[in-house]
């Protein structure tokens, strides 16, 4: 699952918590962990709030 795979491996490289990527994204830790365990499909929102979080595109962090 390239999203959860790239979200995982974004935050391990800036050495973040969940909860430090929630509350910078302003989105629940349960959805960011769920998103990066690649259980649920992710609301255009999140997607959104995680890709400004971490200065990517949508599409770079989809890929």
Same mark, same amino acid.
């Given at each position: 699952m390239p999203?959860?795979?790239n979200?995982? $491996?974004?935050?391990?490289t800036?050495?973040?918590t969940i909860e430090e990527i929630a509350d910078g994204a302003k989105l629940?830790?349960?959805l960011v962990?769920?998103?990066e365990e690649? $259980? $649920?499909s992710v609301p255009v929102k999140a997607l959104k709030a995680l890709a400004?979080?971490?200065g990517v595109s949508?599409?770079?962090l989809t890929r």
């Open positions: 999203l959860a795979d979200l995982l $491996r974004l935050r391990v800036d050495g973040k629940p830790p349960a962990a769920s998103i690649g $259980r $649920r400004a979080y971490f949508v599409e770079t």
